[in-house]
Nanobody
Framework: QVQLVESGGGLAQAGGSLRLSCAAS????????MGWFRQAPGKEREFVARITRTNGYTYYADSVKGRFIIFRDSAKNTVYLQMNSLKPEDTAVYYC???????????WGRGTQVTVSS
């Protein structure tokens, strides 16, 4: 059974930093692209960042480019999202996801709340 478990969310002040973690189990971690998405209250879920299974290429939403960094540790089957220079508009539930082929993400975590105060 595939499980993605996020952690590291919480309350931060604007300009501060948080690091999210997503521990994956039940899948061959090296065989999946990993991604982070977020959903703010009253809004649709949106893409934040993605890291490929090979070469570790990274992709970011324009809204977080230059502030957030996605990276993975294959030894720990974990993907991270380092969030710097946080803004109140980054407030959302953040979800981890895994994609085996193509652009579609096959597995999702339950999410972790990030709240940024001004």
């Amino acid at each position: 059974q595939v499980q993605l478990v996020e952690s590291g969310g919480g309350l931060a002040q604007a300009g501060g930093s948080l690091r999210l973690s997503c521990a994956a189990s039940g899948l061959t971690f090296s065989g999946y692209d990993m991604g982070w998405f977020r959903q703010a209250p009253g809004k649709e879920r949106e893409f934040v960042a993605r890291i490929t299974r090979t070469n570790g290429y990274t992709y970011y939403a324009d809204s977080v480019k230059g502030r957030f960094i996605i990276f993975r540790d294959s030894a720990k089957n974990t993907v991270y999202l380092q969030m710097n220079s946080l803004k109140p508009e980054d407030t959302a539930v953040y979800y981890c996801a895994a994609a085996n082929t193509g652009l579609k993400f096959d597995y999702w975590g339950r999410g972790t709340q990030v709240t940024v105060s001004s």
